[in-house]
């Protein structure tokens, strides 16, 4: 930012655990924007000046003061698990880490209060071995990832088949945030107001702690299904997520050939034309799923059950093949692999992913989350894209949109281009009140920036900072 | 039956714990039938020979074996809730009464498996406190009903709007059921085959032990909210039940005057014109809920939270005003009323609801339970007639059916009557091989009876054995 004073902030805030090495910094500004060649070739040098990691919100409230003080941007990140660089600094300034706070605070029946820098992983567990219970639902990054940035930055995921998604009522029950102004304040967020501070980036206040809802935690029956064609494996997928008496936490499609060539150990089993369905059943739906397979899917094979398995090497959880784990297990066979994050809802959502399927095959390969959207199962589409070209994959964004179907661009570092292209007021005006002088993460929010922004082209922030030379 | 040799089964049965004392049999040849005038015409004067109550599963052999031997009929009954008179021997015999049988034998993750004499209350408080854990569905007469006739004879109720009907695929884990013949066989029932024994009123078997499914216990806030439309109340629930993120137990619509003319602990707080909407929150949903309320039911007052009520006197629970249970509080002030079961179902749904309630006006009074079925919340309605003739109560049975909205009619008393009028293969098939005498409940399955019955007149039973006078 034009009149940051950098060094006067790192100075006032130097008794923090505080870094300005180049490496560390470098590092600490990335996430996992790099599954998209096009955020790739934008933000591969952004770095910040200086990574500060606060212990407790005394701290994050004095990182807030400083820096107001100073100018200086304040970008707040967790594990950096994201896709769509929301933890990255665009204007350079402050990163604020949150792992030194990680405590898990209170668990009681279907509550939990946890700092923001809480693992998934490390909920979900104490959760269980304490309660019995587990986070109503999870990223595929759950062993690496954060509570605050899934929040911040994150929409559904594992569990989204029975939960919905985490801006629906009641997904999240209390977010703790400190606004930056001259002096932060501290507000506690909940029911409506949710929606002004989640899924926001870090754009309108740092979240220093948070209530999560809990369900049940099952020793979930982890199934792989094989299909010959791709219709019958959608259909299954859809179908038992429709059983309301059947207990799921994900149902997952893959099209043929992404179990044969991505899955390395699910391979022996499968052929390159094998469809495959991924799912996570509670214990005791087993017999009822069994029971729906043979009278609703008879062309399903059960090729994996995790309570039975005679595999010679465990696949691990199915939970790690979903989502955009998907992604990643492609990725690293094949570097051209990037995705899109696409909605196919109501009645002919079936026959609009089969004619994406069928106009880009070869190029897109479907791969489907089944979740829950208003009280009825939809398809999430992540499918798996060959890049060839900026022009042609926004060819292809323009061919789903052109039937229905909704792109939520993963190609976009803004919250609007990464949503519904459109201005959320009610984030607007929170960021006005928390952040009048747009200090927190710049640049994600376009109606902050310009709010005549017509959405025709790639929005791109002016005030990048680029890495400096070392 | 014709060739029924009464005495000599009473006295090879006269170890066993059985009455043959008048008023005993005709008490315990009875259920909740007098609900319709139509039944309690018919029915009134129903009574079997002998009562006898097996203390074990050996016993409920011996008890088979040896009506088999002596072409008795069996009628197996639990507490004789039901409004079908599903438990009422039309052939007279024996009257197999189930409530010695009542053992909790096992509650694990998930999972309970009982004896069919269990009330649904003791399973729930056992549940509840040996593991935090409850039955997924209840019927609204949960403290007086048995699980096995719950099984038997129900569809749903309670936890439907979560779950979806008993017959979905994974809402009954196992039923062992004892045939009625020569030597009668033991047989565990799973997956697709419950269809054949589930709901049949214990025409092709005796159920000696059920495992069923468990879901977490809350403590569930009890919630009433009044409306001045009819239209806001049944959007309220069914908009409320399509939020994935609120988990409900309950949610139940009145239309006026039900609340004030029926609800006696309720009157002081609504008036004649109130519509009332009933629900159970999970206490860590109130906050979700409330800005549900907020945000899309503006209209709503909310009268009553159990978590934080300054009644005077409670109301009691919330789920006891549901169900059948406001036919049976509204039969208290007014014995005119009966009811019918219908299904409102599709987009049209709530249209479909406003027809009906235009053209009953004053004769008919909405009741809706939102219920799931297969992945979406639908209406079960259970709306109160004030009941002038049978001809006119065939009149507005088929007015709804007219309308595309199907009648479960509770005014008869056959299977295929009070459900989809067709035979279910499944379940005639079985009884062939379970029951080869059609001994079982006889007079309860047309289609063993009469194959070619066309449903145009409702079934009478040609050998139904009326009370000989004492």
């Known amino acids: 930012m034009t009149h940051s004073n950098i060094a006067a902030a790192c100075q006032a805030l130097s008794h ?3 870094d300005t090495n180049p490496n560390v910094l470098r590092q600490k500004s990335r996430d996992f924007f790099w599954y998209s060649p096009v955020l790739k070739a934008r933000l591969d040098e952004v770095c910040g000046d200086f990574v500060v990691s606060p212990r407790n919100e005394a701290e994050v409230i004095e990182v807030l003061r400083t820096c107001y003080a100073h100018d200086v941007a304040v970008t707040v990140r967790g594990a950096g698990t994201g896709n769509y660089g929301q933890a990255m600094p665009l204007a350079g300034g402050c990163v604020m880490h949150m792992q030194n706070m990680a405590q898990i605070k209170e668990i009681s029946t279907g509550r939990v209060v946890v700092e923001p820098g809480c693992l998934l992983k490390d909920i979900d567990l104490a959760c269980r071995e304490e309660s019995g ?27 989204s088949v029975h939960w919905g998604s985490l801006r629906d009522f009641g997904n999240i029950l209390r977010i703790r945030v400190i606004t930056m102004e001259k002096e932060p304040r501290v507000m506690d967020i909940t029911g409506a107001d949710m929606a002004r501070v989640s899924h926001a980036y870090g754009t309108n206040g740092i979240i220093t702690e948070i209530e999560m809802p809990l369900a049940p935690a099952y020793e979930w029956c982890d199934v792989f299904l094989a299909f010959d064609t791709f219709e019958d494996a959608m259909a299954c997928a859809d179908d038992v997520a429709h059983e309301d008496g059947i207990l799921l936490k994900l149902a997952s499609v893959f099209e043929a050939p992404t179990a044969h060539a991505y899955f390395k150990r699910v391979q022996p089993y499968v052929s390159a034309g094998t469809h495959l369905v991924g799912l996570m059943v509670a214990p005791q739906s087993m017999d009822g799923f069994l029971a729906f397979l043979e009278a609703n899917a008879p062309s399903a094979r059960l090729i994996y059950r995790s309570d039975q398995s005679d595999w010679a090497r465990s696949p691990g959880h199915v939970f790690e093949y979903s989502w955009n784990h998907t992604t990643l297990r492609a990725l690293k066979v094949d570097p051209s692999i990037t995705y899109l994050q696409i909605r196919f809802a109501g009645d002919e959502k079936r026959a609009q992913v089969e004619t994406m399927r069928r106009k880009f095959e070869g190029e897109v390969i479907t791969h489907l989350e089944v979740t829950r959207e208003h009280g009825r199962p939809i398809f999430t589409g992540l499918s798996m894209v060959k890049f060839t070209s900026e022009a042609r994959l926004d060819e292809i964004v323009a061919a ?51 709010p005549d922004w017509t959405y025709d082209e790639m929005y791109s922030f002016p005030d990048m900072q680029q890495r400096r030379s070392s």
């Open 16 to 18: 923090l655990d505080l």
């Open 133 to 159: 219970q587990e986070l109503r639902m999870i990223s595929s990054t759950w062993s690496t990832a954060t509570i605050g940035g899934y929040i911040a930055g994150g929409s559904g995921g594992i569990g």
């Open 400 to 450: 789903h949109e052109e039937i229905g179907a909704m792109i939520f661009n993963p190609h976009r570092y803004t919250l609007e281009e990464g949503g519904r292209q459109s201005t959320d007021e009610r984030q607007l005006k929170f960021k006005a009140e928390a952040d009048p002088k747009g200090l927190l993460n710049p640049g994600k929010m376009i109606s902050w920036h310009d």
